[in-house]
């Protein structure tokens, strides 16, 4: 039996999910988008959107590049989703709605707005964002009732997707997730935002 890391409900009555696997995957590839935006004098915040198990999209922060304060991880991922979705004829209402967002940092209030007006069901964190987090940290934009913004969405830290992993079915204990907590100090976000 594959165990579930996170699940949310999802449009039409189904369930989006994710393994511990995929999560400890799909993290480590945002982790090298983070590093990517670091090393262009980024503040080092990586994403994946991920749609049947590719990537649709993903996104590094761009903000002093382009000089565009919108320009975070997950907007360039959703241009590039959008993008995805007209090459490949697909509707992006369809494709958003069962997409799951790996970032290595909580969304900030923008971005968690606009991953709830695109309708994306789960999105799966490294660390929280103490001074602008969305799904929770400063605002829970996330879940809130907020009449006409779209969709609420269920944003989780992939290090308690990780451990839910492996307390659900099995009631052993998860591994260590060394991933995560040596990942974070290499791009200097433990120190700078508390993981």
């Keep these: 039996m594959e165990a579930k890391a996170a699940a949310t409900p999802a449009p039409g009555g189904g369930v989006c999910s994710v393994t511990a696997e995929e999560t400890e995957k799909w993290m480590e590839d945002a982790m090298q988008m983070a590093k990517e935006a670091l090393e262009?004098?980024?503040?080092?915040v990586g994403c994946l959107m991920v749609y049947n198990n590719e990537v649709v999209g993903k996104g590094r922060n761009e903000v002093n590049q382009t000089?565009?304060?919108?320009?975070?991880?997950?907007?360039?991922?959703?241009d590039q989703a959008l993008d995805w979705c007209h090459r490949s004829g697909k509707s992006?209402?369809?494709?958003?709605?069962h997409t799951v967002l790996y970032v290595t940092v909580e969304p900030c209030?923008?971005?968690a707005a606009a991953l709830r007006l695109m309708k994306i069901p789960l999105v799966v964190y490294g660390c929280q964002n103490e001074r602008f987090g969305g799904?929770?940290?400063?605002?829970?934009?996330?879940?809130?009732?907020?009449?006409?913004?779209?969709?609420?969405?269920?944003?989780?830290?992939?290090?308690?997707?990780?451990?839910?992993a492996f307390r659900c079915g099995c009631g052993r204990s998860p591994p260590q997730t060394n991933w995560?907590?040596?990942?974070?100090?290499d791009i200097g976000l433990r120190k700078r935002w508390k993981c």
Aim: glycine residues 4%; aromatic residues 8%; hydrophobic residues 40%.
């Design 180 to 185: 995560i907590r040596s990942a974070f100090p």
């Design 109 to 111: 209030i923008m971005c």
């Design 40 to 44: 262009n004098i980024e503040v080092p």
């Design 135 to 164: 799904c929770g940290s400063v605002l829970n934009i996330a879940s809130a009732d907020l009449p006409n913004t779209g969709r609420p969405f269920q944003g989780v830290s992939s290090q308690t997707a990780y451990y839910r």
């Design 92 to 97: 992006p209402s369809e494709v958003f709605e």
């Design 67 to 78: 000089k565009n304060a919108t320009r975070h991880a997950e907007m360039v991922a959703i």
